[in-house]
């Protein structure tokens, strides 16, 4: 395998792209780090090796070339990056699923989307072999067609446990089996123009996606809203009052001379309230 083949394309694409965070200056022997033993090229964020880069729940973008056949993809290769892709469907990212759909939905119809099941057996470094369920054109999605999307690839987690288990116990063989999926993937022919027209079309899903929040960043989110923050409050009105307020009685007709105490709201409804310049001083 000739991996120098890829750092004209790297270079090429580094130089389209020109964002230091997602395609930075590398060196020659540095692309070629980037290389994966299966003939595919990554691109890697700065400071990150590849390995690193393949257990990150991340999308990437790949690039190879084959003698029959030469892809860009942007893909969601393991469990944290189809739970972030995931969470499009959540309210909490639906203002993102609203740009990410009309941006997907704008490309043209050489852009697939496909679904595999992502099956290892005996050792996680061992090679993967990936088997398509699910197979469409990209600007096709819709929700329906999400839905059916992360409804198979809960079930590839399900029958994948069960496996895992069988092989265990009547193989003592370490096996994995977990859903993969292209968003975007195209074939195309080793002209620079082309490469660089689509190189751009995947970077530019690509940054939308990587907005998308995880489970993890959406439950440490949550938590973080649920925090209570000090404050004083009149216990006859609504009248919120900042914790340092100097005063001490609520001015409110009705309440005037009642005495403010100290409460507790959710830092969420804190800051809804400070936007709206209901927290006094």
């Not at 470094?125 to 990209?138: E, G, L, S, V």
Request: hydrophobic share 35%.
């Amino acid at each position: 395998m000739d991996k120098t083949k890829y750092v004209k394309w790297y270079k090429i694409a580094r130089d389209t792209i020109n964002d230091e965070s997602l395609t930075p200056f590398r060196a020659d022997d540095e692309i070629l780090d980037c290389v994966s033993e299966e003939d595919w090229l990554m691109f890697i964020p700065p400071d990150i090796t590849r390995e690193r880069a393949e257990s990150l729940p991340e999308p990437n973008i790949y690039f190879y070339i084959r003698d029959d056949i030469n892809r860009i993809g942007l893909t969601f290769n393991n469990v944290g990056s189809m739970d972030k892709i995931r969470n499009i469907l959540l309210d909490y990212s639906s203002e993102l699923k609203e740009i990410l759909v009309e941006k997907l939905l704008k490309l043209d119809d050489r852009w697939k989307l496909s679904l595999n099941r992502k099956i290892k057996i005996k050792h996680f470094r061992n090679i993967p072999n990936f088997t398509r369920i699910f197979y469409i054109n990209t600007n096709k999605i819709d929700n329906e067609k999400i839905n059916k999307l992360f409804d198979l690839s809960t079930q590839i987690r399900k029958d994948g446990k069960i496996r895992r288990e069988e092989e265990r116990v009547k193989n003592d063989m370490w096996y994995s089996e977990v859903p993969s999926m292209d968003l975007m993937h195209i074939d195309i022919g080793l002209d620079e123009q082309e490469y660089k027209k689509r190189i751009i079309e995947a970077f530019d899903i690509l940054k939308i996606c990587l907005e998308v929040k995880s489970d993890t960043q959406i439950r440490k989110i949550q938590r973080e809203e649920k925090k209570p923050v000090e404050v004083m409050k009149c216990p006859n009105c609504d009248n919120i009052f900042d914790y340092n307020t100097n005063r001490t009685v609520c001015g409110k007709i009705g309440c005037a001379g009642t005495e403010l105490k100290k409460s507790k709201i959710p830092k969420v409804e804190y800051e809804r309230l400070l936007k709206q310049d209901k927290i006094k001083s």
